[in-house]
């Protein structure tokens, strides 16, 4: 499949999403209107199935099978092998993630259910929780909207996974939030004692709304931070540092460095078309462009785990950008930029000439 969208047996995507998500979604799913339940979800989704662990068992050397330490865990739907996974691999049902979720919303005032679905061949699933309690504006006009997003697997392949994520409403570039003392993500591993931390998840992340507005206040110090020519070569050799060895380095990766700080400043010029004029020439203006090109232009490998699961650059990017790579250069560009601004005055005059693309190359700059 090209967008990794389970599939069931009867040709549904098991996906669903509400409002009009076209471009963010590829026509793939079920597209609803208004506030969506658990249950609902789960059924819109197709998600309403469960697994099952069942030990492996192998003939030995001397022809008697005996059982292993390895076992398969099963969907009851279909009986479709899911993946295999060690004897300390504890099973939770969808159900029982969905009322996870649940619970966090009612401790944060309440939302809905954006979007939930299965990847692959069913054994990864998510679910997006729109929280606009925690929503984000910044210089009092860029607005974002805040998600709780939690994912998981059946196959071992990731822990039970639950994060902050703030979409752009102009460019539906994200950026994470850092979750109360647990860092950007919640991550609890398939053990035995996995209920016992995911109830301590669910303390821990009762300040969803907190969390959020502690990254509107880093933001708008951002917005409020003209930059000069010294910080934006600053920060772009910290975020895109130059090959330590110029004896050494190949022409190819000059090029390569070079032309993505050709990407990042074309887009810091652009300032998304200039859509809000009071950030140009900012700091969140250049977080904005580093945001943009890691969400939808950075490269992305493409693993033998990847290449099996028949992943696109886009989807590999995308994934990068929400939990990889691309999310932690994300993370280091808002704390590197808060840190290399800190001297700045706030309004200081742009040494860049608004649409002087000649300013804005990365030679001219002393970046390469």
Not at 85 to 104: K, M, S, W, Y
Not at 313 to 322: D, K, L, P, S
């Amino acid at each position: 499949m090209a967008h990794n969208i389970y599939r069931d047996s009867t040709g549904k995507d098991c996906m669903f999403v509400v409002g009009d998500r076209k471009a963010a979604w590829h026509e793939l799913g079920q597209r609803v209107d208004g506030a969506v339940s658990w249950t609902e979800a789960m059924q819109l989704a197709g998600l309403n199935w469960q697994v099952t662990k069942q030990q492996n068992y192998a003939r030995n050397p001397m022809g008697k099978v005996v059982p292993t330490k390895s076992y398969t865990i099963y969907r009851d739907s279909d009986m479709a092998e899911l993946g295999t996974v060690g004897e300390g691999f504890t099973i939770r049902q969808n159900d029982q993630h969905f009322q996870f979720v649940d619970a966090l919303l009612e401790a944060n005032g309440g939302s809905h259910y954006d979007s939930a679905g299965a990847l692959g061949n069913g054994a990864r699933i998510w679910c997006a929780v729109r929280v606009p309690k925690a929503d984000i504006t910044v210089a009092g006009v860029d607005k974002s909207e805040t998600y709780l997003v939690f994912a998981t697997s059946h196959d071992g392949s990731m822990a039970h996974t639950a994060k902050l994520s703030s979409v752009r409403v102009v460019c539906q570039n994200t950026l994470s939030a850092a979750m109360s003392d647990e860092g950007a993500c919640f991550r609890v591993k398939h053990t035995r004692n996995a209920d016992a931390r995911l109830d301590r998840a669910k303390q821990a992340l009762t300040g969803v709304a907190m969390d959020a507005k502690r990254l509107e206040d880093k933001l708008n110090t951002l917005a409020a931070r003209r930059l000069t020519r010294d910080t934006m070569v600053m920060a772009l050799d910290r975020l895109f540092p130059k090959p330590k060895d110029a004896d050494t380095v190949s022409a190819a990766s000059t090029t390569k460095r070079e032309n993505l700080l050709a990407d990042v400043l074309a887009l810091y010029e652009s300032n998304d078309k200039d859509a809000f004029p009071s950030i140009r020439g900012t700091a969140y203006n250049l977080l904005n462009a580093v945001t943009e090109y890691t969400d939808h232009f950075r490269n992305a490998r493409i693993t033998e785990s990847r290449m099996d699961a028949g992943y696109s650059q886009a989807q590999a990017r995308a994934e990068n950008a929400v939990t990889g790579t691309g999310d932690r250069l994300k993370s280091q560009a808002l704390e590197v930029l808060l840190e290399v601004s800190a001297g700045l005055p706030e309004h200081r005059t742009l040494t860049f000439a608004q649409g002087d693309n000649s300013s804005m190359d990365a030679r001219e700059l002393g970046l390469l």
